[in-house]
């Protein structure tokens, strides 16, 4: 049985809470009008259309529209090897939904990570924390309101040896220049659009050391 026969199914036991499917370049889609039915819907797909694979859930900003969030989990069958997309959409407002982790425990990182990129809650979710930002980071990085080149925020009272290797952003990588250097700037600046490159940093970190070492003096 082929991914669009199993979406049939799948809108069949739940309509009309599900539309579709729809297709594109042979991939299947199915939306999920109520966002609160998410955990109902997923454990039908797994207990009975066999898609007992949970590859991944992605979160889409929507932003200026209404709702704002868009919420896919990408569905999978070792049994048929049928691929799934199903789609649910949250208002900013509510920015949440629940958990599916009681269905797939793969869903455990994929929420956390939305949670702390995003800020979009699972409710349910044993483990909520942030994955990659440190707890009581302010921001979310991913949403499309956040500038490129980063916010100040204060940093938790951790040891750093050396400067982050992408500290700075934003990361634009520049067509032509002499070389790689030239075409990867570390820095772009929004004031004057000018570029500071990796080996610019570098050459004027050194020279910052080379001043706040004990006993340096220059000159006048």
């Known amino acids: 049985m082929g991914a669009l026969d199993l979406a049939n199914k799948l809108i069949a036991q739940f309509n009309p809470a599900l539309s579709g499917p729809s297709e594109f370049r042979g991939e299947i889609t199915v939306v999920l009008n109520d966002p609160e039915r ?8 797994k207990a009975s259309l066999a898609f007992d694979y949970l590859a991944d859930i992605t ?10 969030w868009t919420i896919v989990y990408h569905l999978y069958g070792y049994g048929h090897n049928a691929h799934l997309r199903l ?3 949250v208002s900013e407002e509510k920015s949440e939904l629940p958990t599916v982790i009681t269905v797939w425990r793969t869903a455990d990182w994929h929420e956390r990570e939305i949670y702390d990129m995003m800020g979009i809650r699972f409710r349910g979710h044993p483990d909520l924390r942030r994955i990659l930002m440190w707890e009581g980071y302010p921001y979310f990085p991913l949403r499309k309101d956040f500038p490129l080149a980063g916010k100040q925020s204060a940093m938790p009272e951790v040891a750093f040896s050396e400067r982050a290797p992408l500290e700075g952003g934003p990361f634009v990588t520049t067509p032509g220049g002499k070389d790689t250097i030239a075409r990867e700037p570390r820095v772009r600046v929004p004031e004057t659009d000018s570029l500071m490159t990796n080996a610019r940093l570098e050459r004027r970190q050194d020279v910052k050391d080379i001043h706040e070492r004990p006993g340096h003096h220059s000159k006048p």
Not at 38 to 45: K, S, T
């Open 87 to 89: 789609k649910t959409h």
């Open 38 to 45: 998410v955990g109902e819907v997923c454990a039908f797909a």
């Open 59 to 68: 979160s889409i900003d929507n932003y200026g529209e209404d709702p704002r």
